[in-house]
């Protein structure tokens, strides 16, 4: 069982940074890969990206990349979401979730707001 609180969401003007983080609990945390979510209101949930349990293989979503960067901490039991050159669109309720790969999650926490103002 892994429970996850995200952390670290605001408001925060176009072209700025937010680093998002995900606490893990759980003694098997550093077996899970880590995905993090988005979901904008009225639209359906979106991959951001994922990172491997080593933390060597990251995957990130086209709208994403080059702009946002996931990191992990197995020591901490912490993931972490670096966004930088934030536009407009990246408003959502972000969430992290861990899961045995890339394409599968079986754990959620609850969602951190991001908000953008242009």
């Known amino acids: 069982q892994v429970q996850l609180v995200e952390s670290g969401g605001g408001l925060v003007q176009a072209g700025g940074s937010l680093r998002l983080s995900c606490a893990a609990s759980?003694?098997?945390?550093?077996?899970?890969?880590m995905g993090w979510f988005r979901q904008a209101p009225g639209k359906e949930r979106e991959f951001v990206g994922a990172?491997?349990?080593?933390?060597?293989?990251?995957y990130y979503a086209g709208s994403v990349k080059g702009r946002l960067t996931i990191s992990r901490d197995n020591a901490k039991n912490m993931v972490y979401l670096q966004m930088n050159s934030l536009k407009p669109e990246d408003t959502a309720v972000y969430y992290c979730?861990?899961?045995?790969?890339?394409?599968?999650?079986?754990?959620w926490g609850q969602g951190t707001q991001v908000t953008v103002s242009s």
């Open positions: 990172i491997s349990w080593s933390g060597g293989i990251t």
């Open positions: 759980g003694r098997t945390f550093s077996s899970y890969v």
């Open positions: 979730a861990a899961g045995p790969s890339s394409a599968a999650y079986d754990y």
